[in-house]
């Protein structure tokens, strides 16, 4: 244990709890999810930037 | 090793699985447009009718409250809904595995604040319809019924949130009715109160109407960012980006100036933003009853989701992680009923200053999360790294705190108010061309892209 203090090597990392690690080796083992598809795009750009530009530009002029 | 669904998945800051997530689109817009509807409506709209006229300040409202609920949900969305985790882990590839706790203090403070103020505005305009409607007199044993009504109040809150999400969820679909009310109660006052309405010039506008605009456009964003601390809990439990992107976008963003027209309606005609006093003026006692269940209804709402999401930001500290759930309901709780009992004029009178002020560094946190998520790490999250805090781990940086999101952030936090005093209103001139928050944002999302080279290049963070 001193020999590992003394050295650079890193301390190994705590052991996760049980059931933590089972929740991070099922996200491991899938293929990484696609958040936001196309559609879902769409919709941000349509809702978050769209709509708002063209309700500053009524109230602007109202 | 399998991973099995947890029934109690939900009370935890763990990642949750597939099928734990069980909440589909209506269920989650039922839910942010609970929490989203509550008394700072009036407030808000208060702060619009100071400076701009009915349509004008609905519309600068409603595009500046879009415009901030698209930065919440890219910023912390992402990383929330592909991990089912909350809004506080999915700070720490941003700010490490110590760092972390910065956002946490933020989420803490914001919350728990905010909870307090709406409680005791339940409680305060309770003790004013009662003395209104002759239930009780105007003697000091009133006094006494504030710090009542608010243990009250979080003991109810308590009993719901024992059932973790459901309880929330359960709570919300109670509650939802209370968006239609406040709908009615518009209706009541644009429908008889037009000519008026349409008419009233706002108390404090200045002489410049971009000014004026722009600052509708920001109290909108300003007031949607504020839903990062309670975003993340809400949208772990929907399974995928698509189910999220309407309710959050239309359940969490559209309520809020819809509601907020309440309050600048109320402001510009009879000068009182609170429906509880202005329905009394309109339509006699029963409306007035109908304003204070409003209240009670929207604020109860909010402070659940509130309580909730924040007792799971404390998950995230590894000494709470095994306390059951019920002690840290109580621990979340506890503060609110406290500042409830002892000091609810003080509170009532001072902190929201405060809560202006802490509500500067959501715009840069923001900033920072989507220049990490879509640039620096082109979406590759290491969900290991989340819950490791060992120097091996890719989210140690340095001891466990990141440099490069301190300074963003601090850099984030210096522009807002280099733009615009949340205080004050004090504003520099380039501030009517660009908001405060956005250039905010902008300034933390470029000095941490630009910091993070730094950090890449000494080969921490996981950026390879």
Known sequence: ?62 | MTANANPQADESAWPLLSEERTWGAARLTLTLATTAAATWCYLIGESVGSYLGFIKGGLALGAGCMMGMVLVLLAAGPTCVRFGIDSIAATKPQFGSRGWIVPAALQAVSIIGWNSLLIIFFAKSAVQLSVALGILDLSWRNAALVPLLTVSACAIIFTALRRGATGVSMVSNILVAHVFIGLWMLYLLVSRRWPELIAAHPANASPNHLWNYTTGIELGIGATLSWWPYIGAMIRMAPNGRTIVLPVMLGMAAPVPLLSLIGLAGSLVLKSSDPTEWLRIVGGPTYAIVSLTFVTAANFGTTTAGIYASAIGLRNFATLQKRTWTTLLLITIAPVALVGIFIPELFFAKFGNFLALIGVAFAPLCGIQIVDYYVLRRGRIDIRAIYVDAPDGAYYFWRGINPAAMIALAAGCATYVAFLNPLSYGSMELYPYMTASLPSATAAALVYLLSSLLVRRAGRGGYD
């Not at chain 1, 705590?14 to 958040?35: D, G, Y």
């Open chain 1, 1 to 62: 244990m001193a020999d590992l203090a003394k050295s650079n090597i890193p301390a190994p990392a705590p052991a996760l709890p049980p059931e933590l690690e089972a929740r991070i080796a099922a996200f491991e083992s899938a293929a990484p999810p696609s958040v936001f598809d196309i559609a879902s795009w769409c919709w941000i750009i349509l809702l978050g930037v769209a709509i708002p530009l063209v309700l500053l530009a009524v109230g602007w002029w109202a």
